[in-house]
C-alpha cells in the first residue's frame, strides 16, 4: 500500500479500462448501440445515464482489482450529489473499488433546493416509466433545504463489503451477521 492508489474519472476508466470509444459515450443512438453489440442488457427505458452506467458495470468494475478511486460521476447517476463547478453535466462525487467491488461510495451534498427539486422530478418521471431505482419526490426533504444547509459531504464504507473482501465471499449474504429469516410456508 506504499504506492498512491489509482485514480480516473468515470469516463476516462470507461474509455481506458474498458476500452469503449469515447465518441460513443455522449451519444443515445451510439452508445445504445455499442451496449447491445457487446451484449450488455438494456431495457427500452435506459436512459443515456444509464446506459454509461451499465458500461461502467460491465467493461470497467471487473478490472478494478487494485484499489481504485473513481471520480467525477455523470450527474444522472447521483441525484443528491453536487454539480462540478467546471463541469455542471458531472458531480463531485467518487466510489472506492478494491478487488473487483465497491467498498466506498462519497460525494458533496447537494444543498440548493431548486436544483434538488429539479432532480426529483426528473427521478419522478424515471420511477413512472419503470425504474424501481428512481428516488420519489420528497417534498419534506425540499423544504429543510429551503432553510438552508451548510456545504456537507458524507462517504459510506460498507463494513460487509469489507468482510466480503477479506473473505473472499461471492454475495453479500455470505457475510451478513443478521440476515432476514425465510418466512415458514
Not at 465497491?102 to 413512472?128: C, G, H, M, S, W
Request: net charge negative; hydrophobic share 35%.
Amino acid at each position: 500500500l506504499s504506492k498512491p492508489f489509482q485514480r480516473y474519472t468515470f469516463f476516462q476508466s470507461i474509455t481506458e479500462l474498458g476500452g469503449v470509444p469515447a465518441d460513443v459515450l455522449q451519444d443515445y443512438d451510439k452508445i445504445t448501440g455499442y451496449a447491445l453489440e457487446h451484449k450488455v442488457p438494456l431495457e427500452k427505458r435506459d436512459t443515456l445515464g444509464k446506459v454509461q452506467g451499465k458500461l461502467f458495470d460491465h467493461f470497467v468494475e471487473p478490472k478494478l482489482v487494485q484499489p481504485t478511486f473513481i471520480i467525477d460521476y455523470p450527474l444522472e447517476l447521483s441525484p443528491l450529489s453536487k454539480k462540478k463547478e467546471d463541469d455542471p453535466n458531472l458531480v463531485e462525487r467518487f466510489e472506492f473499488f478494491v478487488g473487483c467491488r465497491e467498498l466506498a461510495n462519497a460525494y458533496t451534498e447537494l444543498n440548493d433546493p431548486i436544483d434538488q427539486k429539479a432532480r426529483f422530478e426528473q427521478q419522478v418521471a424515471q420511477k413512472d416509466a419503470g425504474d424501481e431505482e428512481a428516488h420519489w419526490m420528497d417534498l419534506d426533504f425540499i423544504r429543510a433545504l429551503e432553510y438552508g444547509m451548510p456545504p456537507t459531504a458524507g462517504e459510506g464504507i460498507g463494513i460487509d463489503r469489507l468482510a466480503m473482501l477479506f473473505t473472499n465471499s461471492p454475495s453479500i449474504r455470505d457475510v451478513i451477521l443478521f440476515p432476514q429469516l425465510k418466512k415458514e410456508s
